[in-house]
């Protein structure tokens, strides 16, 4: 069927069959990369730097109080880093902790009206903690201090 | 009193860790034999199981007294809580799950303990000394960054709760299944340290007889990490409410990587043991495996991920745990280095054989686990270097997986099939034609009933029948010199079975995932009473909330009627239940679960007077589930069947 190699062609053949495989692999997990990767930006930040309508980001920050109107299906929210505001729209069910006041991020993109749909929005399952972009957004904002007892209880310690 | 007493008992238990690193090395000089050093350290294992156990339950019994004075009880638990999630809470937090995960550690080196005199007395006081260094590790990270048995002063009259969506029997099972794979590979890990440390000592010459030892080992982490990845994404998949299985979530790509590692090794390890080649790829991988468990742990433990588990946003402890990580893997890195000339050199062999194949197969799973990787660390990296935040979604990993899948699954059924050394094809040509040729057959008339136009999802439901098919095709040929006693079925030999159902298992897991990815249908209404929806050729009829009480939480309950189909009749309750001492609300799922579609529903909030319902219709999504229980059964046979031969 097939000539036998001997051992150093087998492992030369195996090593470059490796390789070549691994160079394949490679560069399609990078077209990959490229394609599907989204950034996150804060309010502050798209208020700096605004984005094109329809480029796929996630923002977050806190549900803004008293912000929350529902119409149907459709849920409208402003979200903020309480120096600047985002106003979002997405149609579906909410998640389970999202709340005024709470921790959010949202997946999407903005539309020419300026207004952010979402496809996904994620709320924290643990509601002790924030997801870190937001924290990190919110404390780049300089207005924000860690509100959560459970945690400075544990900073006490 | 009786935390004190835990507290006590785990400082002994690092003491004796230290011990049984450290004195099993200097016995081994004095004594080169090693019976010194494997004697002293077996009962040293012993100890260390019995100390941490002893700490484990005294922990156990602060959470089940709901002793508040406890810093962690009064951080995850309540009075008002079932006895079977104020027992869970022990492991439903950092603190006490990283003591789970060194009891775990203990119990696998006092099992290796008993069966320690298999192998030569030096191999095992390696093995043992090793596994001593890693309880010292985690026994120090647990006391030094994450002491369970912290007071808090004046101690609180009530607990602050677990999580309500960690309140549920299967993720009480999770995490222990998770950590009993996850912790296992550290055998491996020690093995390829003892086997690096003595090569070149075995009496024949040949440095492969750590694989046979190793392979128990590996299997059985194998089995654990299986179970507990499926019964997560399970958990996952009914009470999240999202209505997916699957969200390629950091953490579920953290336990993912050591899984796809692991498996290689497993089939790395049969080489290196039946035919005493890749031995030097094997031990690499068994380093990287464990190395892979160790860094889900960092991911998950550090709070550098945003993710379901991030519990610990402590950035001491990730430090800690990465020093643990670093030093470990470089650790053992330097001495494969070192060590690897003394090793015999590899046989030799054909492409076209079993051993070929198998290769292969690691090739790909190696592959599989670098994207896994790449996607996961790519943003942590970027983010660290200040060039943005940024999260890599689903769409990369099935963009990367889809391809790599479809090659994957066409050649596994041919491994077993093949002999070794050098495998013919030929004799087996005309069931290989039969087979392609069904597996075609049955994805086209499937893809054009159902509808799926694309010629990938075409491809991938070729492989998976074909996955399938080839794993009836190995079963039967495996069985056929039995043919006399087959409805003898339990003296039949367990090895006939183990690989057929694991790969028979994959093909099944990914029908279930096709199937359920394309065919699925969703519907998010805002009903009123008396409201009819219609779903995948069924229709329903809302019938209203209803207010009820659990034991610590109130909820809301829809009734939905099946109007039509073979359930017309009968209910589903989907409910929203807020949970008073956690002051937080979860979505309950309502699931009909059939063998071939789950209708899933979901109850929302008010919306201008009437109710939002979420609904989905997902068709085969047991087989994922199914099949990966079946890959988990393949491995308990290969089990089964290594338990015996030692017998």
Do not use: C
């Amino acid at each position: 069927m097939m000539a036998k190699l001997t051992p150093k062609q087998t492992r030369l053949a195996a090593l470059i069959g490796g390789f070549a495989f691994l160079a394949v692999a490679a560069g399609l997990a990078l077209t990959a990369l490229e394609d599907n990767i989204v950034f996150f930006r804060s309010p502050s930040e798209l208020a700096a730097n605004p984005a094109k309508p329809g480029e796929a980001m996630r923002v977050g920050g806190l549900v803004q109080e008293g912000s929350v109107a529902r119409d149907g299906l459709r849920a409208t929210f402003a979200v903020t880093d309480l120096a600047h505001t985002i106003k979002v729209s997405y149609e579906g069910m909410l998640p389970d902790l999202f709340r005024e006041g709470q921790g959010v991020v949202a997946e999407g993109r903005f539309n020419g009206a300026g207004l952010f749909v979402a496809d996904t929005v994620l709320a924290k399952h643990d509601e002790t903690y924030m997801p870190p972009e937001v924290a990190e957004a919110l404390e780049k904002s300089g207005k924000y201090n860690q509100p959560h007892p459970g945690k400075s209880q544990e900073r006490a310690q | 009193m009786i935390a004190e007493l835990g507290h006590f008992v785990l400082v002994l238990a690092l003491v004796v860790a230290l011990a049984q690193a450290l004195l099993p090395i200097y016995l081994l000089r004095r004594e080169p034999s090693g019976g010194l050093a494997v004697a002293f350290a077996a009962r040293a294992s012993y100890l260390q199981v019995m100390l941490i156990g002893l700490s484990f339950a005294a922990l156990t019994y602060a959470f089940v007294r709901s002793d508040f004075s406890l810093k962690v009880v009064f951080a995850n638990s309540h009075a008002a809580k079932p006895m079977i999630y104020k027992i869970a809470g022990v492991w439903g937090n950092h603190e006490g799950s990283m003591l789970l995960w060194t009891l775990i550690l203990a119990a696998y080196g006092a099992a290796f303990a008993r069966t320690a005199k298999n192998m030569p007395a030096r191999f095992s006081s390696f093995v043992m000394a090793t596994q001593g260094l890693l309880g010292s590790a985690f026994l120090s990270f647990l006391l030094f960054t994450s002491n369970p048995f912290a007071r808090l002063l004046p101690a609180p009259f009530a607990g602050q709760g677990l999580t309500p969506i960690l309140q549920d029997p299967a993720l009480a099972a999770h995490p222990p299944l998770l950590y009993a794979g996850y912790v296992g590979f550290s055998m491996s890990f020690a093995f390829a340290i003892a086997a690096l440390a003595t090569a070149g000592e075995a009496a024949d010459g040949r440095d492969n007889a750590w694989a046979r030892w190793m392979r128990p080992w590996i299997l059985t982490a194998w089995i654990f990490l299986t179970l507990g990845i499926a019964l997560g994404s399970y958990w996952a998949y009914y009470e999240l409410g999202w209505g997916g299985f699957w969200f390629w979530d950091p953490v579920e790509n953290a336990s993912l990587m050591p899984w796809l590692a692991g498996t290689a090794l497993l089939h790395s390890a049969l080489v290196a043991e039946t035919r005493d080649t890749l031995k030097r790829w094997t031990l690499l991988l068994a380093i990287v495996t464990f190395a892979l468990s160790l860094s889900g742990t960092f991911l998950v433990r550090s709070g550098v991920l945003t993710s379901v588990h991030a519990f610990a946003n402590d950035p001491e402890r990730g430090i800690y745990i990465l020093a643990i990580l670093v030093g470990f893997t470089a650790g053992a890195l330097a001495l494969y280095a070192y060590r690897l000339p003394k090793l015999t050199p590899d046989g030799a062999f054909q492409p076209i054989s079993r051993e070929g194949l198998l290769l292969t197969n690691n090739i790909f799973l190696a592959t599989a686990t670098v994207t896994v990787f790449v996607g996961t660390i790519y943003p942590l990296v970027l983010d660290g270097l200040g060039l943005g935040k940024i999260s890599v979604g689903a769409p990369y990993f099935n963009a990367v997986f889809a391809p790599l899948a479809v090659p994957f699954a066409l050649l596994v059924p041919l491994g077993p099939l093949l002999n070794w050394r050098q495998g013919q094809l030929a004799p087996l040509k005309p069931w290989l034609v039969m087979g392609a040729v069904a597996a075609l057959l049955l994805s086209l008339i499937l893809v054009l009933l159902r509808g799926a136009p694309s010629i990938m999802v075409l491809a991938l439901f070729t492989a998976s029948f074909w996955l399938v098919l080839g794993a009836g095709l190995d079963l039967g040929r495996k069985l056929a010199p039995h043919r006399a006693k087959l409805w003898r079925f339990w003296r039949l030999p367990s090895t006939a079975f183990a690989a057929p159902l694991a790969h028979g298992g994959l093909g099944v897991l990914m029908l279930g995932i096709l199937a359920a990815t394309q065919w699925r249908e969703e519907i998010v209404v805002a009903a009123s009473p008396g409201q009819e929806i219609d779903i995948a050729s069924i229709t329903l009829r809302y019938d209203g909330l209803r207010e009820i009480d659990g034991p610590n939480y109130r909820s809301e309950q829809a009734r939905l009627s099946y109007l039509t189909g073979p359930h017309a009749g009968s209910h589903l309750f989907p409910e929203r239940r807020f949970y008073e001492a956690e002051r937080s609300q979860t979505t309950e799922a309502a699931i009909t679960t059939d063998l071939t579609a789950h209708l899933y529903a979901v109850v929302g909030e008010t919306a201008n007077d009437k109710r939002v319902l979420r609904i989905w219709y997902h068709p085969y999504v047991a087989f994922i589930w199914l099949g990966a229980v079946l890959m988990a059964a393949g491995g308990g046979f290969g089990l089964r069947t290594r338990l015996r031969r030692r017998a």
